[in-house]
């Protein structure tokens, strides 16, 4: 049981550059979460996902988009990166809206 | 909107000693409310949560009290030891997703 899993665990991208942050989790549960984590700063949520086939935006949604591919594994798109996306970014999943487990987070920079 | 805050961003403790962190939220239909741990190079990891019709809750070494009337919630740890040394977020539950406020550094000295 790995509980839930992050790849890649650091990436350096240029501006303008895209990539896709991948998250995965083996507990069946069912909602997901991408939040990213900048210095001094609490978890801000980017998207959720309550159930399988839906997505919402959070707190801090522009510049990415994200795709619940199945129960499992719920990734994160940055279309086209630019510096204020350098952060670390962590996966998350609940059973309901309660405790979350996360991941150990991918660490990126766009230079 | 709303959010959850924490009144000290450092903390310093002596091993051995009790620790108190504490944190300010202002949604007062929050429901739910949850501790998390998270060191260094980690994701956050949960220690404890309460719910809203409780004001107490004690788990192994750590309690949480929750005092809805001035919207004050706390984490305390009993007998502090070096592993304890983290940054601790507190997270209140609204809108069916959780805020988190922004952290207390604890460090355990020796």
């Known amino acids: 049981n790995a509980g839930v899993t992050q790849t890649p665990k650091f990436q350096v991208l240029k501006t303008g550059q895209s990539m896709t942050l991948q998250c995965a989790q083996d507990m069946n549960h069912n909602s997901m979460y991408w939040y990213r984590q900048d210095p001094g700063m609490g978890l801000r949520l980017i998207y959720y996902?309550?159930?399988?086939?839906?997505?919402d935006k959070g707190e801090v949604p522009n510049g990415y988009n994200v795709s619940r591919l199945n129960k499992r594994e719920f990734s994160l798109r940055l279309e086209s990166a630019a510096p204020s996306q350098t952060s670390v970014y962590f996966c998350?999943?609940?059973?309901?809206?309660?405790?979350?487990?996360f991941g150990p987070g991918t660490r990126l920079t766009v230079t | 909107g709303e959010s959850v805050g924490l009144h000290l961003p450092t903390l310093s403790v002596q091993e051995g000693d009790n620790s108190i962190i504490n944190c300010a939220y202002s949604n007062s239909a929050s429901d739910y409310f949850i501790w998390y741990k998270q060191e260094s190079g980690k994701g956050p990891q949960f220690i404890i949560d309460i719910r809203s019709n409780m004001d107490k809750r004690q788990g192994q070494r750590v309690t949480v009290l929750l005092n809805k009337t001035v919207k004050h919630l706390s984490l305390q740890i009993a007998a502090t030891q070096p592993g304890d040394s983290a940054v601790y977020f507190c997270a209140e539950r609204g809108d069916y997703k959780l805020s988190f406020g922004a952290g207390t550094t604890v460090t355990v000295r020796a």
């Open positions: 996902s309550a159930s399988e086939g839906t997505t």
């Open positions: 998350a999943s609940s059973i309901a809206t309660y405790e979350q487990y």
